[in-house]
């Protein structure tokens, strides 16, 4: 559709949140979590298109939490030292 960007295609909604991920012996902090996928920012990048597994991590009534996922690098933008990270998970996270 004409005058569209991909955030206006986007079947799920976005939620602002900044927490602490892991993929690998990397750390990061997300920018955007959906059902479907997440936006973060770590120092550095895998390859785009692979395949990563990560874990969420937050706090839920005073106890530490993970969340493991799994999913594939769709898009990598290049930073000021570092760089964003969107990866399409492989289930939904929640509904």
Do not use: K, W
Not at 31 to 44: N, W
Not at 45 to 71: I, K, M, N, W
Request: glycine fraction near 12%; aromatic fraction near 6%.
């Amino acid at each position: 559709m004409p005058g569209t960007t991909p955030q206006d295609q986007r079947s799920d909604p976005r939620f602002g949140l900044a927490l602490p991920i892991t993929m690998g012996d990397s750390e990061g902090r997300t920018h955007d979590l959906s059902a479907r996928g997440v936006l973060f920012e770590v120092q550095r990048p895998p390859a785009l298109g692979s395949r990563v597994a990560l874990r969420l991590l937050y706090a839920a009534g005073g106890t530490h939490c993970q969340l493991p996922c799994q999913g594939r690098v769709v898009r990598i933008d290049a930073l000021e030292g570092g760089y964003n990270v969107a990866v399409q998970f492989d289930r939904p996270l929640f509904r």
